[in-house]
């Protein structure tokens, strides 16, 4: 709803394996996933669209949000990492700054 009132358009997948098909058939600038999803985690999805050679950005959410949590992210190729629940104004910023970054 964020996103929308922004004025980004949005796709949305609610697992794994739906997130994959949908990057493979159409071009993305931003992906923002939770970690927790019903087969697999964000972590995961992350991993196998950069092995297919997509290389947009992401932004990871979770419940969880220490040193540990948001590393992870990362290393599994998150630009960034918010906590929820997370504010429309963190959101936005946290869009703006990996939009930014991948200029």
Known sequence: MVLTTEGHSVVTASNVATALKLADQEPFDLI?????????????LMRKLGER?????????SGYGMDDDILRSREAGFATHLTKPASPKAIIG??????AMNL
């Open 32 to 44: 923002v996933s939770d970690l927790g999803l019903p087969d697999g985690s964000g972590h995961e």
């Open 94 to 99: 946290a869009i703006a700054l990996v939009m």
């Open 53 to 61: 050679g997509h290389r947009f950005p992401g932004i990871a959410l």
